[in-house]
């Protein structure tokens, strides 16, 4: 995986088209989401580990599969590869709607690959779409889809279905590192010692994105020619 950065890319195509789906499948703006992530620990629930990884959502960063993800969060997930204008690509699993906690919202988890092995994915893509961002969702073939389901979990992106105001993240989630703020309306809380990036967005979907700790620098980096508060 090139960069952390290209979330933000990917996230504006999915906030725009909601439903990261192959043609022809629709749209399913009322899915069910899968009854046992209900009983996992909410957004702000993060285990910090000995080795310096974490767990949310009963995940462990680095460590748990995709396949470990379909026990826990349910089958109901999109795999693609995603091709940014300029990047290499990154291995994507998209779920339309969990409810960690009692927490609706959409959930993506990147999965580590090679460049080599996604060169190979999409030389053997079964289709290839356009986002609006421009970027291409590649669908994998079948020994692809199994690869997928052994890859390690590298990162997550959690879009929670109801808007958060600085009073609940302050309360949920504690006084950050640092804030930061990337725009007029956007503004960065920045929790290391979780390895969590908690966009607060005045005007649109709040973004959790959420590393191994020992990895924060990869969502730090980013924001680093923006002066913190």
């Keep these: 995986m090139k960069s952390i950065a290209l979330f933000f890319a990917l996230l504006l195509?999915?906030?725009?088209?909601?439903?990261?789906?192959?043609?022809?499948?629709?749209?399913?703006?009322?899915?069910?989401?899968?009854?046992g992530s209900a009983s996992l620990g909410p957004p702000w629930q993060i285990d910090r580990l000995p080795d310096g990884a974490s767990r949310v959502f009963g995940l462990s960063l680095g460590q748990s599969t995709l396949a470990e993800a379909r026990q826990r969060l349910g089958p109901d997930v999109q795999v693609a590869l995603i091709v940014a204008s300029g990047e290499s690509g990154s291995l994507e699993a998209y779920y339309e709607s969990i409810n960690p906690?009692?927490?609706?919202?959409?959930?993506?988890?990147?999965?580590?690959?090679?460049?080599?092995?996604?060169?190979?994915?999409?030389?053997?893509?079964?289709?290839?779409?356009?986002?609006?961002?421009?970027?291409?969702?590649?669908?994998?073939?079948?020994?692809?889809?199994?690869?997928?389901?052994?890859?390690?979990?590298?990162?997550?992106?959690?879009?929670?279905?109801?808007?958060?105001?600085?009073?609940?993240?302050?309360q949920r989630f504690g006084t950050p590192a640092e804030r930061i703020r990337s725009g007029e309306n956007k503004e960065h809380f920045l929790y290391p010692d979780q390895g969590l990036d908690?966009?607060?967005?005045?005007?649109?979907?709040?973004?959790?994105?959420?590393?191994?700790?020992?990895?924060?620098?990869?969502?730090r980096a980013p924001l680093a020619s923006v002066p913190a508060r």
Aim: aromatic share 4%; glycine share 6%; no cysteine.
């Design 101 to 170: 906690g009692g927490v609706k919202g959409k959930l993506i988890l990147t999965l580590a690959t090679g460049l080599a092995q996604r060169e190979q994915m999409l030389a053997r893509a079964r289709k290839v779409d356009y986002m609006p961002s421009a970027a291409r969702r590649v669908e994998l073939g079948a020994d692809d889809l199994l690869q997928a389901d052994a890859a390690p979990i590298v990162a997550m992106v959690f879009i929670p279905a109801a808007n958060l105001d600085e009073s609940v993240v302050l």
């Design 198 to 219: 908690l966009q607060l967005d005045a005007r649109g979907k709040e973004v959790l994105q959420y590393v191994a700790p020992r990895d924060f620098a990869r969502l």
């Design 13 to 35: 195509a999915l906030l725009a088209l909601p439903m990261l789906l192959p043609s022809g499948s629709g749209s399913r703006p009322d899915v069910a989401s899968h009854p």
